[in-house]
């Protein structure tokens, strides 16, 4: 059995059965119950339980009920529910807290869990840090078997499928949670501008947790809905994370069906890619842009908060509607804190993760394609058009494994910032360094993987190879 990794603000990732096991699994559960009593105050907090759609998310969920209940919670269980649901669930619903159980854009031997606070938000540093604390003191505590447990006995069941365009009068119980998020992007849209345009949309829900919700929103929306991979049973039909290399089969089917554009969605439906007319992927970093576009072309003025790996477009974007943009860490949460905090109407992380508080404080697939679709209504565009009006820049990344590098990153820093000297310097997540021609680099290592990674960005191919190249000389890196 390998070595259990470290809970981080992403959550915990494993392959289920080796880096993720039943006692880790047991543990967290345990853990997250002890933090929320904590934060709540209360000795009987309820907490939201959905998963992604993977296979292994049932056996997972029959695994942590219990310890949540063993510890006091009552337990919603809201079966299939993509992550932004979850958080919007959470806040609407006024919960205590919830776990999502998945791996996000992971291969499908994976799967894990994320916490949610009282808050709405995911777990941040500090409190990632309370829970992986919790997790040390508790685990060696006598539970009892898994057996023993038993079919969890207050866990509320939502449909089994959770699919938002059923009957579900016989089981009233427990709200129709995606229903009522795809209500609430709804009465923040225009809707009668999308209805107008008649949109026919090839969307691939790679049979994960946005099966649940896209049918419902596309028919309230008006459009017209060509599905791929839409049966909600974790059998990912490729590989799930959403680049352009894994997405020739929505590619082609915008091509063959006559779609006006399509859409990819990652398994549990916070990032979102956007294929054009002609069938082709284009860059994740355009759903973030398309979002703050819309936004701020109607509300100039108002800040923006993107994290230091995305792209300078959206930035730029922000200074034409004379908007100021405020840089972050990498990870979705500290994205979040910087939009609280900065009073941003828009915000996000150029992996195709568009924040819009308005309807939720997390990233959100449905509410970025509600966004793109709104902007293409109102302008009367195509995805090729739309794109034409936003500035144009050339990204470039790159990784390094840390094993065998002799040179502490501090050191590795310093020599950048010296061979570099005409930027404008951010350490507040590794290295930043912006240049007066509007390029940048960012170089910092990975919060999942033993690697350094470097992004960087240029108004012209050669210029960011060229920086690469400078990059890599100077560290000495093959």
């Given at each position: 059995m390998q070595e259990k990794k470290k809970l981080n603000v992403s959550g915990y990732r494993g392959v289920w059965g080796q880096t993720l096991t039943e006692e880790i699994a047991r543990g967290y559960a345990r853990a997250f119950a002890l933090f929320t009593k904590e934060i709540t105050g209360k000795e009987k907090p309820t907490i939201l339980v959905g998963r992604d759609g993977r296979a292994s998310g049932s056996e997972i969920k029959e695994i942590i009920i219990p310890e949540l209940e063993k510890i006091g919670a009552s337990v919603v269980y809201g079966d299939v529910m993509p992550t932004p649901t979850v958080l919007f669930a959470v806040r609407k619903h006024g919960y205590d807290g919830a776990i999502i159980i998945t791996a996000s854009h992971n291969p499908i031997e994976y799967n894990g869990l994320k916490f949610v606070n009282n808050k709405a938000l995911f777990t941040i540093e500090d409190e990632v840090s309370k829970i992986e604390s919790y997790y040390e003191s508790a685990r060696s505590s006598a539970f009892g078997s898994i057996a023993q447990a038993g079919e969890p006995s207050i866990a509320i069941r939502q449909q089994a499928d959770m699919r938002a365009d059923k009957n579900t009068a016989s089981r009233a119980e427990t709200p129709n949670?995606?229903?009522?998020?795809?209500?609430?992007?709804?009465?923040?849209?225009?809707?009668?501008?999308?209805?107008?345009?008649k949109f026919k949309v090839a969307v691939d829900m790679i049979n994960a947790s946005a099966c649940v919700m896209d049918p419902y929103l596309f028919e309230q929306l008006g459009v017209e809905l060509i599905p791929l991979n839409n049966t909600p049973n974790g059998q990912f039909a490729h590989t799930p994370e959403p680049l352009k290399q894994n997405l020739t089969g929505i590619a082609e089917l915008v091509k063959t069906s006559g779609a006006d554009l399509g859409f990819a969605h990652d398994p549990d439906a916070d990032r979102l890619l956007i294929i054009n007319e002609l069938g082709e992927v284009i860059s994740e970093e355009y759903t973030v842009a398309f979002g703050i576009e819309n936004i701020l072309s109607k509300n100039s003025g108002k800040n923006i908060v993107i994290n230091l790996s995305t792209s300078q477009m959206s930035a730029d974007i922000g200074k034409k509607y004379s908007s100021k943009t405020f840089r972050t860490k990498i990870g979705e949460g500290?994205?979040?804190?910087?939009?609280?905090?900065?009073?941003?109407?828009?915000?996000?992380?150029?992996?195709?993760g568009c924040i819009y508080p308005a309807i939720n404080t997390c990233r959100d697939s449905f509410t970025s394609l509600a966004l793109v679709l709104e902007i293409l209504a109102e302008r009367n565009q195509t995805v090729s058009e739309c794109v034409a009006t936003l500035p144009k820049y050339f990204m470039k990344k790159d990784k390094w494994s840390l094993a065998g590098l002799n040179t502490p990153l501090s050191e590795m820093y310093e020599k950048l910032k010296s061979e570099f000297n005409d930027t404008i310097i951010d350490e507040q997540d590794g290295l930043r360094l912006d240049f007066p021609d509007s390029s940048w680099i960012h170089i910092r290592p990975s919060n999942t993987e033993p690697i350094i990674r470097i992004f960087g960005e240029a108004k012209a191919q050669e210029q960011i190879d060229k920086l690469f190249k400078q990059t890599k000389l100077t560290l000495g890196l093959q």
């Open positions: 949670f995606s229903k009522e998020h795809a209500d609430k992007i709804i009465t923040n849209i225009n809707v009668s501008a999308i209805r107008a345009k500290y994205v979040v804190d910087g939009i609280l905090a900065h009073d941003a109407i828009i915000g996000g992380e150029g992996n195709g």
